[in-house]
């Protein structure tokens, strides 16, 4: 009896865990197919705000003088700026 109190539990555990992938295979999840422009603008911005926090520690850590961060920062905040413009731009084109 345990025994089968036990299989019933397994059953209906792996019945509920299972249920996102069955909605997915009945299309009840729908994917976003993202436009490769955004995406390569997106992995662009992480990039470059690694960039900028690379010099900013790089600041702290004296390997940088605060006149040069100065002027990396500013440009790194440039380039920042314009790949969020071109992100924007690229969204909106890429939206139905």
Do not use: C, H, N
Request: aromatic letters at 4%; charged letters at 45%; zero cysteines.
């Amino acid at each position: 009896m345990e025994i089968l109190i036990a299989l019933v539990l397994l059953l209906v555990l792996a019945w509920f865990v299972s249920a996102p992938l069955r909605r997915a295979a009945r299309g009840g999840v729908k994917e976003r197919s993202e436009d490769p422009r955004v995406a390569e603008l997106e992995a662009r911005k992480e990039a470059k705000y690694r960039e900028i926090r690379d010099a900013e520690l790089d600041r702290a850590q004296g390997k940088l003088s605060e006149e040069d961060w100065r002027r990396a920062d500013a440009e790194l905040r440039r380039e920042a700026i314009q790949i969020l413009r071109d992100l924007d731009r690229a969204r909106e084109t890429a939206e139905p």
